[in-house]
Structures are given as C-alpha cells and as structure tokens.
C-alpha cells in the first residue's frame, strides 16, 4: 500500500493546467516577514461550560488570538518576526477526504521553506494510523507536482480516524518525540479537530514542545464559529452537489412527471443542502433544524410535501426537485429508532446494502426513499379520494455525495487551503467548545434559523416552490463566470466579527482618552452613568443570548 | 403546463455567457448559398432484410445521399440553390431528453431565416402529445435568448414519446395538412426515428407533402451507422458521468477501503460505459455486449469482479471502481427474469421504489446491488476460507444517469446540434432498419467488440484493473484544456466512410479512364482477369460479414 503513495501520476488536460495555478496569499500572509499582533484571550460560548473546560484544557486554555498583519499595518506592538529557525512539522489526514486538503499541505510546505530553507515537512502515511506507526514520506517539490490543486487524499491517503484512546494519545507522542517534530497538523473535520484540541493539551501536561494544530478541512460546512468563517471542501462540495441538482431540476422541468427526491451528504446539520438550494434553487429543501425546531414528525414532513405536490398540480406542474439533508433522520428520533431496526431486519435482504460501520450509518439510510415512498402512498390516496387531480406521483431517488467528495478543488478552496497552514492553535480557542458525555468536545454547527443565510431562503421559499424559478450554475468552472464565484451563505451572513472587535475596542479606547485623570466631574459622571448601564445590558443579553451564539 | 413553455428565465452568470455562445457551422452549411450533390441510392445492412424493408418502405427506400458542399468544391453536377421559397416547418421533442437538443431548434430556426426571412419554425409543446392536439409556439428570436447552448427540453417540454397507432400517424398527418407544413422534424432517438421513418412512408403514401426529417439526439450513443458518427447528448452525457466516475475513484484511492459499483444509464448496449471507462480509467467496467458475447451468467461476472477484488487484495490495495451499464442486465436472461419476479416481490416492500412504467423498468433494476452483494458473500466466504486476505469488502453503489441528462450542453454537442438541422432524409437510408416483430425498425447500434474503441479498452483493461491509472478530466469546462476534447470513441473509431466511398469511386473512375476502347489487348486483359476476382472477392465477402456491419 505505502508503495504508491507520493508516487507522481498521469493527469487530464484539465488537470495539468490545474496544477499549476497558483493560489494567491492574503497580504499578511505574503513575504518572508511574519507581523503578530496577540489580542486578548478568548472567552467560551456557554458561560456554564467554563468549569469543565477550563478543568479539561488546563494548559492550552484561554491563550491570546494572533492576529497576522499586513506590511502596511500600523500596530505599535506588533511582534516581527524576520528570521525564524529551520523546524520539524508532521502533517497528517484525519477524517472524510474534502477538496483542498493536498493544498494544505502544500501552502503549509511553501510557507516552510520560504521562512526556513532547511525546514522539513513530514507527511504521515495512511492517516492516524501512520502517525502512531510512525510511517512518513518527506514531502518535496517534486512529490507535489502532480498534487498541486487536485482533488482527494490519496497523496498520504487515510484510514482510521481517531486519536483518542491512551494508547493511541501515547503513540502520537511518541511519535512527535522520536521524529522531533516541533509542530503536528491534522487535517480534519469537527472530531478530528476535538482530537486535536485534547492532544495539544496532552503534550502541554507532558511537556512536549510539539505545537498541535487543527486545520478545518471537511465538506460539511459544520466546523464554524466566530473565527472560522468557512471549512476547506464546502466550496466545492455545494458547487458540485448543485450543478447535479440544477440537472435534474432541468431534467424535471423537461420531463414534466418526476420528484426528485435528493439526499444530501453532509452529516448530522444541513449547512450543505441549505447551501445547495441557494445556489440551485430546488422546489423545496427540508432542513433538519427547521424539523427539530418544530419538533416535525416524519409524517409532517411527508404531509408537507403531499400539500406542496397538490398545490403545483393545481398550476398544471406535475414535476419538482425537493432536497433532503442526510441528518434529517436524526432530527426525528421515532423515525431514527425505527429505520435502525428496520435495517437490521433487512440486513439479510438481498438489495439493500449492509452499513460497514458505524460512521458510515448515516450516509446509508435512504430517508428520501423512505419520504418518496410514503409520498406516493399518500398521493394515490388522495388521488382516489378525488382531493387530488394531478398525474400519477412519481418520485426518483438519488443520493449525492460520495461523486462530489473526489472532486478537483474550486479556486476558492484551493486559494482558501493554500493559505490555512497559519490558523494555530485556533481549536482549543473556537469557542463552541462544550461538554459531551464528560469529554469536551467541539459541536458542530447548526445552521443558524435567525441567520442571514437562513432568512434569504425563507423569502424565496415559497417562489422556489411554485415558480420553478431554477437556477443553474453549471459545472464547477476555473476560468470565465462563475469560477470565482463565493458560497451564497459565505455572502450574506455577517462576516466580520473581529473587525467589529476591534471597532468596539476603539470605542473603548476614546472612551478612556475622553475621561482620563484631569476630566470635568460632569464628564465623568455622565460616562459612569452610560457605562453602568452599558455593563448592565451586555450582562442580561450575554446569559440569555448563549445559545444563539454558537453560529454567530 | 402551455403557459410556462417558451417563458425567458434567469440564467446564471455561466448560463449567461453561454446563450452568448455562437456554434460554428461546416464550411458547407455557411452562407445563404446550398450546393448539394446527390450521390447513390443507399443498401440495407442485412441483404436477407431487403425484401421487407423494401416492402414496408416502397415510397421512401433507395434515395439518393445528399452531399452538401463547400463553396470551394469543384463537383460539376452540383445543384446549386441560391434562392428558397419561405417554408413553413414544425418541430417537435420526443423521447428522453438529452443535452444539445435546444440548439437543434436554434440551428434551424437560424438556418431557416438565413434562407428566407419568411419561413417559419413552429414547436409543439408538449411532445407528440402537443403534435397531435395542434399545440404549438412560433419560435422567434427573443423566445429563443435564454434556451440558446442551454441543457434540457423545457423550451417546448415532451410527454409521451410514440408516433406510431393509426390514431396517432393519423392525428400527425392532420397536424401537417391543417398548419400547411413543408417538414416535420422530430427530435429523438432510436425509437422516434424508427416512428419517424414509419411516417415519413404514411406521409408519401397519402401524399402530403410535408417531408419528415429524423434527428438523432439521444444520451444512449446508440443511434450510430456509417452515416451518423455521433448523437447530439452523447458527448455530454459522457463527461459529466466521467467527471463523477473520476471523483468516485480519486474518493477510493484516498479513503482506501471501498469498492464502487457504479451503474450507467444507457438503455441495451455499453455505449457509454465504454466511453466513461476511456475517459476516466475506473478499475474494471463489464459490457453488456461482452457478456452477451460470451454468455455469461452473473456469477460468472461476481466470480470475476471476486477474483478481480483478491488480485488487487494481494498489491495490498483495498478499493476500486467498477461500471455496470444499466442494460447489461438483458444480456443475461436468467437474472432478468428473476430480477423482474424479485422486484414484483418486493413491490409492496418499503424501500424498493416502485417502477414508473415499462420504458424505466431498465433504470429502476438496480443490478449493482446485485452484483455488489454477490460479490460481498464470496468475499466474506474466502476470507472466512483464509483464500482471500485482503480487508473485509466494503462496497458503495450509484446510479449516474438522471443527474447528467439535464447539464448544460458541452461545446461539442452545441456545435454538433445546431448544425443537425441539415441531416434530412436519413431516419429512412440509414442502413441499419431490420425486422422487429412484423415492422421494420432502426436497431440501436451495439458496441462493435471488433471496433477500435473496444480495442483500446482491452489493450488497457489489465492495466486500468491493478494499476489504478484513474484519470480525472474534471468538470464539464467551456474555456481552456478539456473544453473542446472529443468523445474518445469517436476519436479512435474509423470515421471517414464517406471519404473512403469516395476514394473507391475515384479508382472506379480512374480504370475506366484507363481501359477505354483503344487500349492495348493487354491492359484491357489484365484489368479483366483483375476485377473478376476483385468482384468474386467482394462478393463473399459481403455475404458472410453483414452481421458485423451494424456498426462499422
């Protein structure tokens, strides 16, 4: 197996050309100069967490953000950084393969050499388990050629994807130790970078200079927060996953007499079908979060639908296109209970493919099979009853994700990946950090019902579902329109959380300016008065707002 | 349903610059001038079919091939035509829809109107249903903006797919006479150019004068002949399906562990699995002419994906690709029969999606969960045997067919369709019409196992199933490498028979010039002894070979 991996492989036309773009560098990142600013320490999303976090992350908890500078940046105490030593880095992948993740390596691998000729970067091989096993492969220029921008993790390859037990904790240390490695990024989604927030502070007890680093890379869309806008792979995930929505949107449109019925990859939250539906416009998407929310029940949902169904036949429109979030299953637990025991009854079946583990489950319940079949049931009942007039319901299934996950990278994600190897020690600081049966962990992100991305569908929600108003952006391009087009949702929500940081600390600032030691006694009552008052308020949101606050 | 065909519509910024896009048209299609050239009547394939095709076509069969020339071609009988009377015209989609089909309309109507500014396109809405009731839409310039190098059939929409009860020809004929039609074009595949050969037959035989023109648009590439190289769909059908066969190899070769079964739409034959595995290299890819050929049961086939599975097994490789054509099932008869008892079974089952109609039965058989838990019970029974060492077989399967018939169009089909327009006649010379129950239909082309094409796949296939050479085209792209490549098949396969007709005439020609009277008594005695044997030569061999000729 390890044989071939690094080896250099055969590329399309499309692929050569790929390989040799070059992602570009936001400006404090380009040069050979590093400019830091350390801001404050961060604080934790649910104020009744921060007991067992601060117990769980003693020695990693509460460090300083660096902020990265721009040349032309004007901050007195900026820490440069002009000569840094030649280091050790091990890099590994954990977790689902996204797009992107060979750019991570390779910025990580540029930005080396380009700060220390003499730097070296190890690869580990076949995932976790060639950390513990300590197998690697030095990457160099030449192993990058035919890396550079493309697709998968077949470049070191994955297997298993946790590091958490005593004995595999134990491993990676020892293997940071043996390799002296002075920094270890695991590439990976919401677990693998828990995994990584609890190992770096493992190393920090045991006194092993080995800095852990946790790089965001996963096609769900669900490891965000205030200082991680978006993951490496979502990009290219919902571009791919609506080009094929959008066909068979136009598909419907042609044949006039199908429901699709898609089922989205994208784990437990639906940030990939909401997403998705913004960039393709479908006639209906059921997210989970509407469905917890709402407590739905699956005959709701499929209720929903059935109405929806009748009233397009009402317009003469017996076609459409509704999209369904994998984790939509667990946002209705009678159905999840039931679908288990289903599946195990039928595991001796003969087409229906057995779950390979447990990770896999969710990607393996046909829930869209399950709501077109309960549909069509309804349908002809109404059908019969006289209620409804339209044609014979007719549903066709598909599930998407598995063709999107090998995809070449988006720009975006190659840009975004190249440029991610300086997000340190960002994990144990994310802030949705919180319990999980005693182990703190990082939770996924929901979509946000009071976010902006959520509010866009909302308006067009019911225009989507009428009016056939499909939109396609066609296949994934890198050159012309559309090739550097942003995630919808990437768009609309409120983006700029530390530079509205900064902005309240400058208020703060003047504020101290205006009332320094020598200030009128007016003044300085008025400021006393408005900021008791200030404090008053930000207390009473900040303890009743802390749920909402996880995707900010 | 009427009201929304023809409506403009938003298009993406893609969508945008494509309707901007302008299909070159051959050197003998441009300008306002037309030079035809009219060449022999045309043979059937199989000489023992004659007599009926003879009989079920006495108005239509045995017209000559019109040659359209370039401007700069010196053919003294050329007829020339620099004026044409205005026309009327209607079109009309029938059968599946496949991409390209839009600019089939647009080349015309473009076509039309350089001719003269008068004639006339009329779309029936509706497919042959929309025919038959006299439903139709002038096309015009602006319905046109927002369709033009667009995917999908929702111009004019299609229903149902047959011309062909006396009802029905009846109902076309009136359609015709009423709305004073000078052609009717029909847009399909192999079944609606049998139907439009059929009433092109009806038509002479009631002498109306409307013409019926056939044009082969179909994602199946199986309406193929010495004189159709190619059908509009094919080309992009192939590499989007090849874009997510590529993305399911490159997510085998990182995640290393699972086997994809992959199942492609298609109807009877492999036309487009063989282009999909020359595109992008998958591991193993079995042709339903393959196993027809050698009769295979579908144990041999599991048999041979096992053996396939622990070779691979032994270079410590654990994952793979395979393709399954969705009409490899007809290739084995025992497994039809037990899947079509199986499904009538299961029918009432939850999760088993019931069959639409007869026309989707093939789509609906969802041979690759077959196949994949066939070949996971001999898996699990060797490594219980201690045969088989590998990991325990994971496999995950697809159907790719819905998701590609509704992409846009690639460069090639844009092309290639606007300029089918002028393929006229052809439905009824096309060489391949045989038997079929009492009436003569055209057989869909299977693939040739003596043709170039398969040849390239055999001289890879040991190397495509244990090297993992996966190739990875990427997306559909319009700008830059990729963007103008042509179908493999089409490349490789020997295209130039109307060149080397030609070629042959021109020898013909060049020994008549030679043996005129006034040559010596040994040229003509030597050209003599010659063609005799050239003629007895031929003549056996044109008796033995005509099975092979069907798609030659």
């Known amino acids: ?42 604080t934790v999303s649910e104020a009744s967490d921060s007991h067992i976090i601060a117990r769980a992350f003693p020695h990693t908890l509460g460090q300083p953000l660096a902020h990265f500078l721009r040349e032309t940046a004007k ?19 954990c977790g689902r393969q996204a797009p992107g993740g060979h750019n991570v390596i390779w910025g990580l691998y540029e930005a080396l050499k380009v700060h220390n000729a003499k730097s070296t970067l190890l690869g580990f091989l076949g995932g976790s388990e060639g950390l513990f096993a300590q197998k690697t492969l030095e990457i160099t220029d030449d192993i990058l050629q035919t890396y550079k921008n493309q697709g998968g993790y077949d470049l070191l390859g994955r297997t298993k994807d946790q590091i958490r037990t005593t004995e595999q904790v134990n491993a990676a240390l020892k293997a940071c130790i043996d390799l002296k490695l002075d920094g270890l990024v695991i590439i990976g989604g919401v677990t693998s970078n828990t995994d990584a927030a609890h190992l770096a502070e493992f190393f920090a007890e045991a006194k092993c200079s080995t ?3 946790g790089v965001p890379v996963t096609t769900n869309g669900d490891l965000k927060n205030q200082f991680v806008e978006a993951n490496v792979g979502f990009d290219t995930i919902c571009k791919v996953n609506s080009q094929l929505i959008s066909n068979a949107c136009t598909d419907a449109l042609s044949a006039e007499k199908y429901y699709y019925f898609i089922r989205l990859m994208g784990r437990k939250h639906s940030h990939v079908a909401l997403e998705c539906t913004l960039q ?19 005959f709701d949902i499929s209720k929903q639908i059935c109405d929806a169904v009748q009233a397009r036949a009402g317009q003469d429109k017996n076609h459409g296109v509704i999209l369904i979030p994998e984790g939509i299953i667990e946002s209705i637990p009678e159905v999840y209970a039931l679908l288990k025991e289903i599946h ?6 003969l087409l229906l493919h057995p779950e390979s583990d447990d990770s896999a489950q969710l990607s393996q319940i046909e829930t869209e099979k399950l709501l077109a079949y309960l549909v069509e049931t309804e349908m002809n009942k109404r059908l019969k009853e006289g209620t409804y007039k339209g044609k014979k319901f007719n549903a066709i299934c598909h599930f998407f994700g ?10 975006f994600d190659c840009d975004y990946a190249y440029a991610m190897m300086t997000v340190k020690n960002w994990s144990q600081n994310a802030g949705s950090t919180s319990t999980s049966i005693g182990r703190p962990a990082i939770h996924p992100a929901m979509v946000d019902l009071k976010g902006k991305a959520y509010e866009l569908l909302r ?12 939109r396609n952006p066609g296949p994934l391009q890198y050159d012309g329109p559309g090739a550097d087009a942003k995630a919808v949702s990437l768009c609309v929500e409120d983006q700029d959380y530390m530079g509205r940081i900064k902005k309240l600390q400058e208020y703060l600032d003047q504020v101290r300016t205006i009332v320094k030691p020598g200030c009128s006694q007016d003044v300085l009552k008025a400021a006393l008065s408005v900021m008791a008052s200030v404090t008053d308020v930000l207390t009473t949101i900040s303890s009743s707002s802390n749920g909402g606050q996880q995707t900010a």
């Open 75 to 93: 901050v007195s105490d900026a820490h440069i950084i002009t000569q840094l030593p030649s280091i050790r880095v091990g890099i590994v992948f």
């Open 280 to 298: 393709s416009h479908p006639n209906m998407v059921i997210l989970g979060e509407e469905v917890a929310a709402s407590k739905l029940t699956i």
């Open 1 to 42: 197996m390890d044989s071939d991996f690094g080896i250099p492989r055969e590329l399309s036309p499309l692929q050569q050309l790929r390989s040799q773009y070059q992602p570009e560098l936001p400006p404090c990142l380009q040069g050979t100069t590093v400019r830091v600013e350390l801001g404050d320490g961060t």
């Open 344 to 349: 195990g009854l039928l595991r001796e079946g």
């Open 211 to 213: 800095k852990v680093v």
């Open 402 to 411: 598995y063709q999107a996950r090998g995809s070449l990278p988006s720009k």
């Open 459 to 470: 308006q067009n929600a019911d225009k989507f579902l009428m009016e056939d108003l499909y």
